[in-house]
């Protein structure tokens, strides 16, 4: 999917496994800056361990974690992910890019895939603080109370189409 916004042209497309690096590097580089300090060091922990973990990558590679990206000029400028087929799993973006809809491309393009490849009008994630009103303002209404899980909170939120 190529994206025109004024100014800014990329590509939204499935995360090659060349790119695996670059693109969790991404994830640690804004998580640090915008979600670290609201974790504590064990949530900060469980977070570098997730994208750290060889397993998941395994897993990516057969297919079972799928990975999308925002791509401009060769460069990853976002990212959103997908375990247990439709449960968004990791969404960020570089921080030059916040605010000009690469994030809301991201989810646009995850939610026309799940619809087209996996058959499912509906998806959830477990929205980290700082996200919340981002999700909400797509559509993602609460399915939960804010909860804690290895020091990351989180509410679970979902979207149906309409």
Do not use: Q
């Amino acid at each position: 999917m190529l994206v025109n916004n004024p100014g800014l042209t990329y590509e939204i497309r499935p995360l090659a496994k060349e790119e695996w690096e670059e693109a969790m590097a991404l994830a640690w580089r804004t998580f640090k800056k915008f979600e670290a300090d609201e974790y504590g060091r064990e949530g900060t922990e469980s977070f570098l361990n997730f994208i750290s973990d060889t397993t998941l990558f395994k897993v990516f590679l057969n297919g079972g974690y799928k990975v999308f990206v925002a791509v401009e000029n060769g460069k990853i400028i976002g990212l959103i992910s997908l375990r247990d087929t439709n449960h968004i799993s990791l969404l960020f973006v570089e921080e030059e890019y916040h605010k000009k809809g690469v994030g809301r491309n991201l989810i646009v393009y995850l939610r026309e895939y799940l619809r087209t490849r996996e058959h499912l009008h509906w998806c959830t994630v477990n929205a980290a603080p700082y996200a919340v009103e981002f999700y909400y303002r797509l559509g993602f209404f609460k399915i939960g109370d804010e909860m804690e899980n290895d020091g990351i909170r989180y509410t679970p939120m979902k979207i149906m189409d309409a």
